[in-house]
T-cell receptor, first 112, second 114 residues
Framework: SAVISQKPSRDICQRGTSLTIQCQVD?????MFWYRQQPGQSLTLIAT?????????ESGFVIDKFPISRPNLTFSTLTVSNMSPEDSSIYLC?????????FGEGSRLTVL | QQQVKQSPQSLIVQKGGISIINCAYE??????FPWYQQFPGKGPALLIA?????SEKKEGRFTISFNKSAKQFSLHIMDSQPGDSATYFC?????????????FGKGTLLTVNP
């Protein structure tokens, strides 16, 4: 399985600010996704991070709020823009292997 | 709408007992059904997964049973241990159709009492 590193692991942010989360994988992967897990809830897909092109967003998520970059096959960033308390969640990077999908440890954001 | 329905929401089992978590899906294109285990403060870890060409898959104390006609699959944890206490998520995707996005169930909080 791939080793997935996310930074930061947790942060406390002020309302109205933006935060960029990094996801680094120890091997090249084709598939990379960003999920959100609100407190005590299940995982919801935000977007598919496409290498060299714009991310594909799921219904309810927009690029202005969650811009994503994926400059190569081992790295991606997710920015949470103009944060509000409702954005307090765990944000998870997920990568696809040949037959499975794996998750990083997540970035726990608290917005005050 | 692609959904995966998971039950129960929470489950309390005595040490040594069998834990059973059930999931049902609607999209017949789904062909990959993983289970993830999540401890507090950690990301979900892939526990076991099955594809619809088999009806059962066993790895150690964990078994997935799959019923394609009923569109249901379940996780059985034999000889449950306190260390198994975690939240379990079932999921599904259309892997063969190159749609690798996972649709998750709402999760089951398992507590195994010593």
């Amino acid at each position: 399985s791939a080793v997935i590193s996310q930074k930061p692991s947790r942060d406390i942010c002020q309302r109205g600010t933006s935060l960029t989360i990094q996801c680094q994988v120890d091997s090249q992967v084709t598939m990379m996704f960003w999920y959100r897990q609100q407190p005590g809830q299940s995982l919801t897909l935000i977007a598919t991070a496409n290498q060299g092109s714009e991310a594909t967003y799921e219904s309810g998520f927009v690029i202005d709020k969650f811009p994503i970059s994926r400059p190569n096959l081992t790295f991606s960033t997710l920015t949470v823009s103009n944060m509000s308390p409702e954005d307090s969640s765990i944000y998870l990077c997920s990568v696809g292997g040949q037959r499975e999908l794996f998750f990083g440890e997540g970035s726990r954001l608290t917005v005050l | 709408q692609q959904q995966v329905k998971q039950s129960p929401q929470s489950l309390i089992v005595q040490k040594g007992g069998i834990s059973i978590i059930n999931c049902a899906y609607e999209n017949t294109a789904f062909d990959y059904f993983p289970w993830y285990q999540q401890f507090p403060g950690k990301g979900p870890a892939l526990l076991i997964a099955i594809r619809p060409d088999v009806s059962e898959k066993k790895e150690g104390r964990f078994t997935i049973s799959f019923n394609k006609s009923a569109k249901q699959f379940s996780l059985h944890i034999m000889d449950s241990q306190p260390g198994d206490s975690a939240t379990y998520f079932c999921a599904a995707s259309d892997w063969g159709g190159s749609n690798y996005k996972l649709t998750f169930g709402k999760g089951t909080l398992l507590t195994v009492n010593p």
